[in-house]
């Protein structure tokens, strides 16, 4: 018996010892990213700026100094900024302050939404601190500055995340991360570019789907910047409060940038975010040498894509980009495609982009672009904006409304079009790229400068009118599905068959029907679901995949 007691003891003690070693295992890996990851602002000689204070002139228009913010009758919200990097981002973060907060708001609930524990959203921060340990070093002062600026106006809600800097900062990566970390599931830009005698009167024209989705807030909330900074080049982009990135923009010398995800692999730590590498373009090149030569110098941790058109060389090029490799595709010819993989030499044979042109709805996309643009004869803005509105298939089939392998996935952020030589820019209005598209002169919008009444900046002379789509019954009966989705997620009670009446086409409101039913315990009608999606045209291989497993899972509830 004493020694079954020795026994005992010994193998308790042994227990303690390994807790003990893990609790302090963690402890250590706790006070190590608290000391890595811990960002500390960049620091600023002249701070007389944080003293400024915005004016609101009339209901909705403010200035401060010879900036100014407002919103116009189209819904979009309009900001004009100058100076120096620390001031133009206390003066950006002064005057769209109700945007900076609104939009942390938004992307921390959809965090909520994704992970609603709060153990596991305490280990992503975790995971997110490790991350970006490396993140502020290969950002720039000039950017470090302007973001410290902005973060000044930020909520202080969140400081039990981190502080206000050292958030926005890491905001700036967030695309990077999810890009990384769902490699399974990018978003599905699309962009094209035309020029010489595939246009019309010749000149260059650029349009391209801003496929990133966090909520209706956040795509309501956009915001057409226009930048007249100390140094580089003046330059507009559709951005959001507290983000000084780029993902679509125009200079002043007629230089677009474009971003488009591609297949990446799981990165170690962060490097330059995609978004302040393409911002940097933009305030700094004029052509597209020195575009690649901006491109060449910035490490990344994800797999890009650069739309660049330019209106000095007139024409475009992409330059894809690795966290290892750079290549540059030229078509040499007047047109040009781009979705989410690869088409250059150096590239186009990796094992991840022939995976991505196997797997995802990239290669369809891009067939389907393709399609339209030779059936199209030479292109204008308005063939543009109708190609960035397509929501069908390859040889128009239908295959239902929001499919990643339209065009028009119903997702889009932001839809733009550039006509570079002319420096014009239209951007799209709600609901998604539907909506009216309006018109920006970049020569008349900087010439406004310190504008000090509010009036609208638009050339309606050039607006491009509403989707005739959104008259349509179709349209009616997606809003309709959509929000049975939404009640679904939400933890409601809803008719599954509506689903799929409502968009009778897509999978994925086959799936959806699938898996509610399946949760209620009917397992029978759930399979039903699931095997009517995979009669349908199924986005990725993936998906395809997971539609096979949950009828497995299907047959074996029923026996």
């Given at each position: 018996?004493?020694?079954?007691?020795?026994?005992?003891?010994?193998?308790?003690?042994?227990v303690?010892?390994?807790?003990?070693?893990?609790?302090?295992l963690?402890?250590?890996?706790?006070?190590?990213l608290?000391?890595?990851?811990?960002?500390?602002?960049?620091?600023?000689?002249?701070?007389?700026s944080?003293?400024?204070?915005?004016?609101?002139?009339?209901?909705?228009?403010?200035?401060?100094?010879?900036?100014?913010?407002?919103?116009?009758?189209?819904?979009?919200?309009?900001?004009?900024?100058?100076?120096?990097?620390?001031?133009?981002?206390?003066?950006?973060?002064?005057?769209?302050?109700e945007?900076?907060?609104?939009q942390?708001?938004y992307?921390?609930?959809?965090?909520?939404?994704?992970?609603?524990?709060?153990?596991?959203?305490?280990?992503?921060?975790?995971?997110?601190?490790?991350?970006?340990?490396?993140?502020?070093?290969?950002?720039?002062?000039?950017?470090?500055?302007?973001?410290?600026?902005?973060?000044?106006?930020?909520?202080?809600?969140?400081?039990?995340?981190?502080?206000?800097?050292?958030?926005?900062?890491?905001?700036?990566g967030?695309?990077?991360?999810?890009?990384?970390?769902?490699?399974?599931?990018?978003?599905g830009?699309?962009?094209?570019?035309?020029?010489?005698s595939?246009?019309?009167d010749?000149?260059?024209?650029?349009?391209?789907?801003?496929?990133?989705?966090?909520?209706?807030?956040?795509?309501?909330?956009?915001?057409?910047?226009?930048?007249?900074?100390?140094?580089?080049?003046?330059?507009?982009?559709?951005?959001?409060?507290?983000?000084?990135?780029?993902?679509?923009?125009?200079?002043?010398?007629?230089?677009?940038?474009?971003?488009?995800?591609?297949?990446?692999?799981?990165?170690?730590?962060?490097?330059?975010?995609?978004?302040?590498?393409?911002?940097?373009?933009?305030?700094?090149?004029?052509?597209?040498?020195?575009?690649?030569?901006?491109?060449?110098?910035?490490?990344?941790?994800?797999?890009?894509?650069?739309?660049?058109?330019?209106?000095?060389?007139?024409?475009?090029?992409?330059?894809?980009?690795?966290?290892?490799?750079?290549?540059?595709?030229?078509?040499?010819?007047?047109?040009?495609?781009?979705?989410?993989?690869?088409?250059?030499?150096?590239?186009?044979?990796?094992?991840?982009?022939?995976?991505?042109?196997?797997?995802?709805?990239?290669?369809?996309?891009?067939?389907?672009?393709?399609?339209?643009?030779?059936?199209?004869?030479?292109?204008?803005?308005?063939?543009?904006?109708?190609?960035?509105?397509?929501?069908?298939?390859?040889?128009?089939?239908?295959?239902?409304?929001?499919?990643?392998?339209?065009?028009?996935?119903?997702?889009?952020?932001?839809?733009?079009?550039?006509?570079?030589?002319?420096?014009?820019?239209?951007?799209?209005?709600?609901?998604?790229?539907?909506?009216?598209?309006?018109?920006?002169?970049?020569?008349?919008?900087?010439?406004?400068?310190?504008?000090?009444?509010?009036?609208?900046?638009?050339?309606s002379?050039?607006?491009?009118?509403?989707?005739?789509?959104?008259?349509?019954?179709?349209?009616?009966?997606?809003?309709?599905?959509?929000?049975?989705?939404?009640?679904?997620?939400?933890?409601?009670?809803?008719?599954?068959?509506?689903?799929?009446?409502d968009n009778?086409?897509?999978?994925?409101?086959?799936?959806?029907?699938?898996?509610?039913?399946?949760?209620?315990?009917e397992?029978?009608?759930?399979?039903?679901?699931?095997?009517?999606?995979?009669?349908?045209?199924?986005a990725?291989?993936?998906?395809?995949?997971?539609?096979k497993?949950?009828?497995?899972?299907?047959?074996k509830?029923?026996?």
């Open positions: 018996m004493p020694e079954k007691r020795g026994l005992i003891k010994k193998l308790l003690k042994g303690l010892y390994t807790l003990s070693g893990f609790v302090t963690i402890l250590i890996l706790v006070i190590y608290l000391c890595v990851a811990v960002e500390h602002p960049p620091k600023i000689q002249d701070t007389s944080e003293k400024l204070q915005r004016t609101e002139v009339s209901p909705g228009f403010y200035t401060l100094k010879g900036n100014w913010f407002r919103k116009s009758k189209s819904g979009l919200y309009e900001l004009y900024v100058e100076g120096q990097p620390f001031e133009r981002g206390v003066i950006n973060g002064k005057l769209t302050k945007l900076v907060v609104r942390e708001d992307f921390t609930g959809q965090i909520a939404k994704m992970v609603p524990s709060k153990f596991y959203r305490t280990l992503l921060t975790y995971f997110v601190g490790w991350f970006n340990r490396d993140l502020a070093k290969n950002v720039t002062e000039e950017d470090k500055k302007e973001i410290y600026g902005i973060s000044m106006s930020a909520s202080t809600k969140y400081d039990y995340i981190a502080s206000n800097y050292q958030r926005l900062l890491n905001y700036h967030a695309h990077d991360i999810g890009h990384a970390l769902q490699g399974m599931a990018l978003v830009c699309t962009s094209f570019g035309t020029w010489g595939r246009s019309v010749s000149t260059m024209i650029i349009g391209r789907n801003f496929d990133f989705y966090v909520n209706d807030g956040f795509a309501r909330d956009k915001i057409v910047a226009f930048y007249a900074p100390t140094d580089g080049y003046k330059f507009m982009t559709v951005t959001w409060g507290g983000f000084i990135g780029a993902v679509s923009g125009m200079n002043e010398e007629g230089l677009t940038v474009t971003i488009n995800a591609a297949k990446s692999n799981i990165p170690t730590s962060a490097a330059t975010p995609v978004s302040l590498v393409a911002r940097e373009i933009l305030q700094y090149a004029k052509n597209i040498d020195e575009a690649i030569g901006i491109a060449k110098k910035r490490k990344m941790f994800v797999s890009e894509s650069f739309l660049i058109g330019s209106a000095n060389d007139k024409k475009a090029v992409i330059i894809e980009k690795t966290p290892t490799t750079i290549d540059v595709y030229d078509p040499h010819t007047n047109f040009i495609t781009c979705t989410n993989h690869f088409q250059g030499d150096v590239l186009v044979h990796s094992k991840e982009n022939i995976d991505q042109m196997n797997t995802s709805a990239s290669l369809y996309r891009y067939d389907h672009l393709m399609d339209m643009l030779s059936k199209n004869g030479k292109n204008t803005v308005q063939k543009t904006v109708d190609i960035l509105r397509d929501t069908r298939g390859l040889n128009n089939e239908n295959i239902g409304i929001g499919n990643e392998k339209s065009i028009n996935q119903f997702i889009a952020q932001h839809s733009i079009v550039f006509e570079p030589q002319k420096l014009k820019v239209w951007v799209s209005t709600a609901p998604w790229q539907c909506g009216q598209f309006v018109c920006y002169d970049l020569k008349k919008v900087f010439a406004l400068r310190g504008m000090k009444k509010n009036q609208e900046i638009i050339d002379t050039y607006t491009i009118a509403p989707d005739t789509f959104l008259k349509t019954r179709t349209y009616q009966n997606f809003i309709a599905y959509r929000n049975i989705a939404k009640r679904i997620n939400s933890g409601g009670t809803v008719d599954p068959d509506s689903l799929v009446i009778p086409n897509y999978y994925n409101a086959c799936v959806l029907a699938g898996d509610y039913t399946f949760g209620r315990q397992y029978a009608k759930a399979r039903n679901f699931y095997e009517q999606a995979l009669t349908k045209v199924i990725t291989k993936q998906e395809e995949n997971a539609i497993q949950k009828i497995v899972k299907c047959n509830k029923t026996g």
